[in-house]
């Protein structure tokens, strides 16, 4: 067995549950909803303040183990010397380009020493291209710019691609194999949704339906337009930074209104149904923007960000459709009453 350190791991993990099982239980007490204050236990007592849990516990395997940060780089790579083991996978992966970036060639004194006299020379040269009207061309092509390479996004030299196309890679592994709060998190959220289907009803639905989606696609496009314009207002560039935050800000969390709304005990009102098919709506459309602005990111691959979509949505449907007409008439019809049935026995209710 593990012997005394595991005995005071299990012993941190079921105090950090029992602190967030207290704090739900104590929300309920003081007649408040349990999100904020669970929320928060879970916050305090998580890695990065008090440390009741280990990061190793919230932070998975390949983030902790791969490092894709190295030291003179740009140097490394000029002189062929190796830049470690995972960013030198990504090298060999042809996801960068080195002639799609534009970055100088160091020597070994060049790299420490030479930098301020390199950028005069540049600046003298850059006035002497404005004299002959093509000094804005040059500074539009030069090593400040933003260059798209074939990473599947615009970095500004070969170097920044493949820091960055490694710390992509970690977190396509990282969303296969995630760690073990994540991984319960997960379960947590598809359970909280499963619930939600479970209030869903159809017969009120029908009446709230069409200003649900009036409302469902507001919800979608105001944030998708207000975080954008916040970006660009903050500096950044309206594609993709300013796309990919009101991108984020789009989605609704169907398991907290499903929570709150039932807290309230007005779930089967009629703008109770409307906000819980809203959400619905508003989920399913922030995901065609977040299948949108991944396949913006990099090359157009018309199955990936059209076909599949369009076979999951048409799937779904037939599932809804299903669950409405068929499964019903199919189970009591037709498979219960071939079930034998055995005298004595006792019905649960």
């Known amino acids: 067995m593990g012997g005394a350190s595991s005995y005071l791991a299990m012993l941190a993990i079921a105090g950090f549950l029992g602190a967030t099982w207290t704090a739900s239980k104590v929300s309920k007490l003081l007649g408040v909803s349990d999100i904020v204050l669970v929320i928060t236990t879970g916050v305090l007592l998580g890695p990065d303040i008090l440390g009741l849990i280990s990061k190793e516990y919230t932070v998975c395997s390949q983030a902790r183990h791969t490092d894709c940060e190295v030291d003179d780089l740009e140097y490394k790579i000029a002189n062929g010397l190796s ?42 040269h850059g006035e002497a291209h404005s004299e002959t009207g093509h000094g804005e061309e040059h500074g539009a092509s030069g090593h400040g710019s933003h260059r798209r390479l074939s990473g599947g996004g615009n970095y500004a030299s070969y170097e920044e691609c493949l820091v960055k196309s490694c710390k992509q890679e970690i977190s396509h592994e990282c969303q296969l194999t995630p760690d073990v709060f994540t991984l319960i998190g997960h379960a947590g959220v598809a359970l909280m949704i499963f619930e939600s289907g479970m209030h869903f009803d159809f017969e009120k639905a029908k009446i709230v339906g069409a200003k649900a989606c009036v409302v469902a696609v507001l919800g979608t496009v105001t944030p998708l337009i207000t975080g954008a314009l916040l970006t660009m207002l903050l500096g950044y560039g309206f594609f993709p930074e300013g796309i990919s935050a009101g991108t984020a800000l789009a989605p609704t969390s169907v398991g907290i209104a499903l929570r709150l709304l039932g807290e309230a005990g007005v779930l089967q009102e009629n703008f109770g149904q409307a906000i819980i098919t809203a959400a619905f709506v508003d989920d399913i459309l922030s995901l065609v923007l977040f299948n949108i602005l991944f396949s913006l990111g990099g090359e157009f691959d018309f199955v990936a960000v059209v076909v599949n979509p369009v076979v999951g949505i048409a799937i779904m449907l037939i599932a809804m459709y299903a669950a409405m007409k068929f499964w019903p008439k199919f189970i009591n019809g037709w498979l219960l009453p071939k079930v034998p049935v055995k005298e004595g026995a006792k019905a649960c209710v």
């Open 83 to 124: 830049i470690g083991e995972h960013l030198g996978r990504i090298q060999h992966m042809d996801l960068c380009h080195a002639e799609d970036g534009h970055h100088a060639v160091p020597s070994h004194e060049e790299s420490h020493d030479a930098h301020g006299e390199a950028s005069h020379e540049e600046a003298g």
